[in-house]
């Protein structure tokens, strides 16, 4: 018996982390090789050690540095990821979380591998302790690393102080997508909130992040990524100023 | 030279996107847009077994005496058709912007179904772009 996931590192349910096996590099590497002919010679034994397999984690991680994806593959395989989610919740907020979820999985790797490209070569590696560089990194170098580009604005809210906002006037993971009428408070963008919320965790300040669509009539696909700090931050913050 | 109306049929003859663009064409109710779509499919899959030599992809253009029909067929069974003017001559330029438009805002989209009707915003407005130059 092997204790659940925890639910953040798992989009599977439990009955289908059961069957997990099946989906794990080390059960399906035969799977994609030819299926062995039943030998005629029965005394020998059929099956080989198949070669060790060049897998992406033995890559070395600055080869990639500037490497690009098509924007189109990505655009199919993000849509593939809704559909797929959808078929499986109950309500817009359930499939937001879901996307929130799996962003949080990309999110995770996101920070370990930007850090490791960023510092690893630095004579004084160092990270972020204090919450606005923290965010200036995200909405720069975050969003540089994932789509591109940089982000187009930051902004902190005027009625909570534990709440700050990063705007893209033209998110592309979103930019083919046309939610129709009846979902319409639907943000597919929930996915790079998990992608903030993860950088964000793996920094140290806990936050509940969230994607709203604010359209304005020159942007149509304008989204506002919602942060909201946990009480602790905004503390330590405080504690830090002095 | 004008543009007066564009369908996408599906891959089994349904016309899954029709719209008229000004006002050059008489109104006819969506069943006869279903019915002239069906029949055009049927027309079109007989015109590419006629070719005299090797395989065809049927027919490209069929024209009347006061406006064409502009046919482009993709890989994957889906038609476009554009009705224009005789003498416009950007149909096939047209034609392959809307494909592109297609295959983005349509086929990219996690809420469409394939081969069902399009009602996707972003379709509509990228075909209103195209069509204003």
């Known amino acids: 018996m092997h204790a659940a996931p925890h639910p953040r590192f798992s989009v599977l349910s439990a009955s289908a982390a059961q069957s997990s096996e099946h989906l794990s590099p080390a059960a399906s590497s035969t799977r994609f090789s030819l299926p062995s002919a039943p030998s005629i010679n029965t005394t020998a034994p059929a099956s080989k050690p198949a070669p060790p397999r060049q897998t992406i984690y033995d890559r070395p991680l600055n080869k990639t540095r500037a490497a690009e994806v098509s924007a189109s593959a990505f655009a199919f395989l993000f849509s593939e990821m809704v559909q797929y989610t959808q078929k499986r919740v109950n309500g817009i907020n359930d499939l937001e979380r879901r996307l929130n979820t799996l962003g949080y999985r990309v999110g995770m790797r996101v920070l370990e591998l930007m850090s490791w490209r960023n510092e690893a070569a630095a004579k004084a590696p160092k990270r972020e302790i204090r919450f606005l560089p923290a965010l200036m990194s995200i909405h720069t170098q975050v969003w540089r690393a994932v789509f591109g580009k940089p982000a187009d604005a930051i902004e902190k809210s005027v009625e909570n102080a534990d709440e700050y906002m990063i705007i893209d006037n033209d998110p592309p993971i979103t930019r083919n997508i046309s939610v129709p009428r009846d979902m319409s408070q639907l943000s597919c963008s929930s996915f790079t909130a998990g992608i903030v919320e993860a950088v964000l965790d793996g920094l140290g300040f806990p936050a509940r992040v969230t994607a709203h669509n604010t359209p304005t009539d020159q942007l149509p696909n304008r989204t506002t990524i919602l942060i909201k700090l946990e009480k602790s931050v905004i503390d330590r913050e405080e504690a830090l100023k002095t | 030279m004008a543009i007066w109306g564009l369908w996408v049929i599906n891959k089994a003859g349904g ?28 027309i079109h899959a007989i015109t590419a077994r006629l070719s005299p030599t090797g395989t065809s992809s049927g027919a490209n253009v069929i024209s009347g005496e006061t406006f064409k029909l502009t046919i482009l067929l993709t890989a994957t069974g889906t038609k476009f058709v554009l009705l224009t003017s005789l003498a416009e001559n950007t149909a096939d330029t047209v034609l392959s ?7 983005d ?16 915003e972003g379709f509509d407005s990228r075909i209103t772009a195209i069509m204003s130059g």
């Open chain 2, 15 to 42: 016309l899954v996107y029709q719209r008229n663009l000004g006002d050059g064409l008489p109104h006819l109710t969506s069943n006869e847009y279903l019915v002239l779509a069906g029949t055009l499919h049927g």
């Open chain 2, 97 to 103: 912007k809307v494909y592109e438009a297609y295959s």
């Open chain 2, 105 to 120: 805002a349509v086929m990219k989209n996690p809420f469409h179904t394939p081969e069902m009707p399009i009602r996707t």
